[in-house]
């Protein structure tokens, strides 16, 4: 699995991992099928050991900012944990993304999304400008580009707070 995630899934093959893993390719095979299949568990192994942030806690927060706050806060302290592996990965996807599943990733990242979305007034969250800020904050490359820019985690939940406040008064 440590080469999936030094090199990439698609610069990764089967023969690789066997050879670091001291075992024969058909012990893979037999284990786990195919490539989709190892890249399954390495998702689900790497969750398990870093589980991304839950919605549940955000319900007792009735105040949208408070709430879209928390969410960030927990998801980049996160994405701080899982860069290194969550990069590789997401390069891969732009290149053959039919190879590449985010369906994981993206059903957490979008539970945290509509829970944030959920504190503002339906009115508020009918606005396509309102969702689309909210989809920009907890987007993994809006956070990777503010963190490779120097950005503290605090200092670009602020700035996507700010963002979200601005298109929720507008």
């Known amino acids: 699995m440590a080469l999936t995630f030094e090199q990439g899934p698609l610069a990764t093959t089967m023969g690789q991992i066997a050879k670091r ?3 024969e390719r058909v012990t893979l095979y037999r284990h786990f099928g195919d490539e989709r299949s190892l890249q399954r568990a390495a998702a689900q192994y790497c969750f398990a050991r870093f589980p991304p942030p839950r919605p549940d806690g955000l319900a007792k927060l009735t105040d949208p900012f408070e709430r879209a706050t928390k969410a960030l806060d927990e998801l980049y302290a996160h994405w701080e944990l899982m860069a290194p592996l969550v990069r590789p990965i997401l390069r891969d996807a732009d290149v053959a993304p039919e190879r590449i599943s985010l369906q994981t990733r993206d059903r957490y990242v979008e ?6 979305l959920g504190a503002f007034p339906a009115r508020a969250r009918r606005r396509p400008q309102l969702r ?7 987007d993994f490359r809006t956070w990777d580009s503010l963190e490779r820019g ?12 700010r963002l979200v406040k601005a298109t929720a008064k507008a």
Do not use: Y
């Open 21 to 23: 893993a001291g075992v």
């Open 111 to 116: 539970a945290l999304r509509a829970a944030a």
């Open 132 to 138: 689309e800020a909210i989809r920009h904050a907890f």
């Open 150 to 161: 120097g950005f503290s985690r605090r200092r670009a939940v602020g700035l996507m707070v």
